[in-house]
């Protein structure tokens, strides 16, 4: 087992930037992925940023080139750094861990930009 705890959402203007972090309960250095998904009112969790065990990296699409996904192990933390926010990037944004075959989530924290 693994609690995720994530913190640093917020209300930001367009343009503006936000770091979430997710601290977890254990190490996280052996773990096979973290990443952050989010879900916005009335549709469904979709992965924003990923980073495996050897530290690459893929996001969405539509985050690329604005947000960075990167991790401590040192700190059993996973970080996204949120540049450049829109209004669509409004959401709940959650932590997930992958140790196979299981996937722990976090708790979930709101992003909101205002336009």
């Known amino acids: 087992q693994v609690q995720l705890v994530e913190s640093g959402g917020g209300l930001v203007q367009t343009g503006g930037s936000l770091t979430l972090s997710c601290a977890a309960s254990?190490?996280?250095?052996?773990?096979?992925?973290m990443g952050w998904y989010r879900q916005a009112p009335g549709k469904q969790r979709d992965l924003v940023a990923r980073?495996?065990?050897?530290?690459?990296?893929n996001y969405a699409d539509s985050v690329k080139g604005r947000f960075t996904i990167s991790r401590d192990n040192t700190k059993n933390t996973v970080y996204l750094q949120m540049n450049s926010l829109k209004p669509e990037d409004t959401a709940v944004y959650y932590c997930?861990?992958?140790?196979?075959?299981?996937?722990?989530w976090g708790q979930g924290t709101q992003v909101t930009v205002s336009s």
């Open positions: 997930n861990v992958e140790e196979y075959p299981l996937k722990y």
């Open positions: 254990r190490s996280i250095s052996k773990v096979n992925a």
């Open positions: 980073i495996n065990s050897g530290g690459r990296a």
